[in-house]
């Protein structure tokens, strides 16, 4: 990291949460160059999910790396995770740099336009352990992020993700908040969002 830039901090304080977002976590031009290359090089799937009953193409592209044989499994998807590319761990290590974590796997979410979304939910899966730690990575268009604590109703919070921004979600967030991108009407283009993780 280079310490003439300090990354701008916005640390939030509301019950049963631990959130922190850095606006400028990679300048524009970094942001920029990642952003192609992970659009390129990335092998995006779209996997179908099964809503009560139903069954359904993901509204959104996905792709997860990680360490050798821990696959990750949410909405009755199980995923086999590629191997780490030179890309992603550089991306994974400026991240670890700030936080002093050791993520495992980083689940990728392309979202092509605004009618790719991801609905409410929390990232409280059991391979994720008690507590778990999120840090979630954005390049391209902005995009508005919700969260909603699942017993006081008037806790709220949005979040504009912004292009090279860092959003870390820790302690007792995912057990107690949820949280979605929702869609939107806006004509607005494509946006890759990386989620690191540790699978216990």
């Known amino acids: 990291m280079n310490s003439l830039f300090p990354k701008e901090k916005l640390q939030f304080d509301f019950p049963n949460a631990s959130i922190v977002y850095y606006s400028n976590f990679f300048d524009a031009s970094r942001a920029n160059e990642l952003f192609e290359k992970l659009k390129q090089e990335i092998p995006w799937q779209q996997d179908a999910i099964t809503v009560f009953g139903k069954t359904y193409p993901q509204p959104r592209l996905t792709a997860l790396f990680g360490n050798e044989g821990k696959p990750y499994s949410y909405s009755n998807i199980v995923m086999q995770p590629n191997p780490w590319n030179p890309l992603l761990q550089f991306i994974k290590s400026e991240v670890e740099e700030i936080i002093e974590e050791?993520?495992?796997?980083?689940?990728?979410?392309?979202?092509?336009?605004?009618?790719?979304?991801?609905?409410?939910?929390?990232?409280?899966?059991?391979?994720?352990?008690?507590?778990?730690?999120?840090?979630?990575?954005?390049?391209?268009?902005?995009?508005?992020?919700?969260?909603?604590?699942?017993?006081?109703?008037?806790?709220?919070?949005?979040?504009?993700?912004?292009?090279?921004?860092?959003?870390?979600?820790?302690?007792?967030?995912?057990?107690?908040?949820?949280?979605?991108?929702?869609?939107?009407?806006?004509?607005?283009?494509?946006r890759i969002n990386l989620t690191f993780r540790i699978i216990k």
């Open 102 to 190: 050791n993520f495992t796997t980083v689940l990728l979410n392309y979202y092509r336009d605004g009618k790719d979304s991801n609905g409410w939910h929390a990232d409280n899966e059991k391979e994720l352990g008690r507590n778990p730690i999120i840090a979630s990575v954005s390049f391209g268009a902005e995009r508005n992020f919700h969260l909603q604590h699942n017993t006081i109703k008037d806790q709220k919070l949005k979040i504009n993700l912004e292009h090279g921004s860092l959003l870390v979600m820790k302690g007792e967030t995912q057990h107690f908040w949820k949280h979605q991108i929702p869609k939107t009407a806006k004509p607005i283009g494509p």
